[in-house]
């Protein structure tokens, strides 16, 4: 009723309109082809104007130009390959009431094609779709009729890719079959399919299943679903960055899913169909991710150790112990921490490390350590190690750069050879970025190297009944000469020589392994340049030769293999003439003189010192005695004060504080033992002194090849004396008295700075 009343309201309306618009309007307008066309075609528009005026055509806004026919109220346009939408009108001049048409280009519809149909089972509804293989861009009708009851028809609108969708109830629940043909037609023309059978249990598509909740252990997780009343059911399943898997089964079994990895976070799907040979599956479940439970770790960690360079502790050794990390699939769980423990004579003693570390540092002897790692369920088979001091050899190694990051190494078979060898290396300077590899053969490829880096390394043959250890140092890829150069700086001069030390040039900048520094020196006056070379890591030269009065310049540059840095500071300097030698001398001798006086001046305030003031007078006399048995000696031998003792050391980075090294268990005699060498120095030539000096440099040196021979470690970072390499020194003529007494004392009274004896000006 309501629908009549519509349409007969409508052509009422239209009609008004119509006459209205034909009294009003100046023009009417005509095509050749309608208003939608062939994209791509030709057509005529014309206007035909009622009214005598200037004729005015557009299209698209656009005034265009147009054909008259002569004696005729009649214009027209020939359009030409019409592909997008436009729109022509006509318009008399002054008259804004124009008319027109829009026109679509666009294509006929193509055969249907492709039908496929889904039943819900839930809404009972079928919902079909097929396709023309292209859209038509112009509006395009879809019919999907029943061949048994050609009037019923369902029309709906194709989407602009060219798709058709119909909804539709099914009358009857008996029917097993449907036989529809397809229609798809606009105003440039139609199509129809043949008929097409639809069987309805083929069609049939269960509802998208849910899964509730999952239960996992560490290899296995139970799925729980909605209920559902359907045989079939597939799983798929896949560890985050992992493989996809498929498992379909018997959904009357539980759903179990096996052979799972601990601790790994894995995704689920289910969907589900009626029977293996019946309908569509479902639509994949929403997923749903889990986690497995944690495992123990079952696999032994990969450990290796080096042994310190400098033990603390004198009778016992230590050792810096490293170890790696599991990786994700043997760690089984979170890594929570790692348990060291030393087994020594006394017992075990277990220790746990933060799960961030990778090494530890134990002392003892004749230990073994074992390591595992602790994850919340269990920890991990113990990595058992004695260890050894090893044997040291050198020179059986050779290296060959493969790339700019990897190394080949090379070695004989070491003496007692064991069927497996350790090569480590790391940054020199930087032992914790260590890394180690275990391989069976003489020859081993390490990667992971930086350009412009120096590493050290060894190979450590695993046999019994010792480790034999071959260092290999200066291994690197690519190298260029030093960036830096270093500082050069006066350790005292004279006269004819100089005693001269640099600076270390720091790891970053020196683009490789250093070999050699060489010492440029020129005479102010003169043009030619002398140098010398040192090879690293000695950063010390006495040059001898000199021309007393004479103004020189001196700079040191650094080497690698690649070629030479540039240089550091210059350094600047001028001999002594021999009078400024003399005046030296005598200044030297007199602050001498002094500061013992002043000394002994000290201890005459207190009168409770004034028998050791009377004994250590004696200490004066030209006749020496020898301070073991010394009257002075024996008397206060267990007198205890305190002496703190500054020494400038030359070694070291002048920048450097002065170490203050603090002397214990010394009797009061040394004084007076170091106040004679003091003298005895003071009255003996500068060269003497010069040449102390540098054997006490040297000795230095020696002493810390020896402390680190044990070991391929070299602390190339270490500046400066350590007290333990320096105080068993016992050639210089300042320190060996004071050791070898070996009382107990500290003073505080004498302080004494080397660098006043050594700095000329
Ligand atoms: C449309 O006109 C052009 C040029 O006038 C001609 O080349 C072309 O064949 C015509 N196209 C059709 C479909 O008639
Ligand atoms: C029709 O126009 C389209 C786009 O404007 C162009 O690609 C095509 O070559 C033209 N065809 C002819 C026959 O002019
Ligand atoms: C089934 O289709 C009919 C007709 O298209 C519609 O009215 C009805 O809402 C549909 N039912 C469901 C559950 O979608
Ligand atoms: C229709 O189905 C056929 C074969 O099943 C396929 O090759 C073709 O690409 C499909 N057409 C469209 C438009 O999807
Ligand atoms: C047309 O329908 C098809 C099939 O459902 C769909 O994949 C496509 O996205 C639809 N295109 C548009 C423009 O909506
Ligand atoms: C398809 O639809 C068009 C337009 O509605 C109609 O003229 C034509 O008869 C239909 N063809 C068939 C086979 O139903
Ligand atoms: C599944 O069915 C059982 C009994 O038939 C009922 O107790 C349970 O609540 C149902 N579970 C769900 C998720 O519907
Ligand atoms: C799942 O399967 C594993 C091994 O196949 C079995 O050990 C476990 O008990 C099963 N879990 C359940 C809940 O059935
Ligand atoms: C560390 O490991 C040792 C050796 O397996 C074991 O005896 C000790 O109980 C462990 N300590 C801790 C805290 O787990
Ligand atoms: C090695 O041990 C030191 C402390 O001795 C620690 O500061 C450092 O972080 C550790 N390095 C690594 C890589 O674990
Ligand atoms: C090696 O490294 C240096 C410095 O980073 C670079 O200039 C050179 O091209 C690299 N050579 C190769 C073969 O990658
Ligand atoms: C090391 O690398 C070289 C060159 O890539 C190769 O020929 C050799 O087999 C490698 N050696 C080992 C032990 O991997």
Redesign the pocket.
Known sequence: MSSECTRSLLVVLCFILATGAHGGKVCTVRTSKGEKVLLGSNFTFSCIFNEQCTKLMFRNGTQIKYKQFPNSSEVSVDVHNLTAPSTFSCQCNGNPEPCGIDIKPGYPPDVPQNLTCVQKMKSGNISCIWTTGRGTVIDTTCQLRFQDDPHLVYKSIMNSTGFCHSTFPIKSSKLSQLSVSLNVSNSLGFKTSHPHTIILSNIVKPSMPKIVHVSCSSRWCNLHTDNHSLNVVEIQYSAVNGIRSTLQINAKSRLNISSLRPYTTYKFQIRRKIKHSVGLWSDWSQPKEVKTKEEAPDTVLDVWYLQEPKPQQSNRKCFRIFWKELNLSDAKGKILKYNISVLNQTGINSSIADPRRRNKTTCCSHCSVSVSAVNSVGQSPDKFLYLHSPGLFSGFTQQRPL??HSVALFWQKLAIAGPEYVVHWYPVGNIEAIQWIRVAGITANITGLQ??ECYDGAVTALGSPGLKIASIKDIS??Q?APEEGPDPYLCSKKSESLNLTWSETPQRTRRGCLKKYTVYLKENSKEDIHNFSVLHPNRQLVIGGLSPGQCYILWVTAWTDAGEGPKGSDLPFCTPSDAEKTLSLVILAGGAVLLACLILLCFCQFTSVQKRFLCCCQCLLPIIPDPANSKCAKTYADDKGEIMFYLDQCESSVNEEPDNVEVEEVPYPSICTYIKSFSQESSSSDATQITRITDMTEDYISTHGAISGGEEEDDDDDTGLDEFEFFPSTHSPFLEPLVLTGGKLTLDVVKIDCSEFLDCT
């Open positions: 790339n700019n350009p412009l890829t690519w260029s």
